[in-house]
């Protein structure tokens, strides 16, 4: 079998998007919103979170932080000092093994980093901390 020229460029044209399609779907960006929106008005209840950060971190573009919430179905992490304060939001279903969650979140300055989870029965918890930082991530 012999491929013309034309037929090996549409196949690499039909690859390459056949590729690129999944790519787009994972895409998808989710805003994280205001503790308000996600509480419902709710007032968020102390404890049943550990949250982990630094308490001083260098560089505020890559700040590691994790979240613990035993119960949790999901777990939003806001830093209330920048220009848009939800950063993470993690979802856990029904066979998940636990409810813990880790990345590296950007901060514009010194400021709390608030986790509130809401727990399966409905209820909320949260846990803040406060992190110092020298460099601030966004811009400042």
Known sequence: ?????RQ??????????????????FAEVEQVG??????GGAAPSEGGVTLTAPEIAENGNTVPISVDAPGAVEIRVFAKGNPQPGVASFRFGPLA???TAS?????SGTQDVVAVAKMADGSFAQATKTVKVTIGGCGG
Do not use: D, N
């Open 8 to 25: 090996t460029l549409a196949l690499g044209m039909a690859a390459g998007l056949t590729l690129a399609l999944p790519l787009r779907a």
């Open 103 to 107: 990345t590296r979140i950007r901060l």
């Open 97 to 99: 093994g636990s409810q």
């Open 34 to 39: 205001s503790i308000e929106e996600f509480t």
């Open 1 to 5: 079998m012999e491929l013309t020229r």
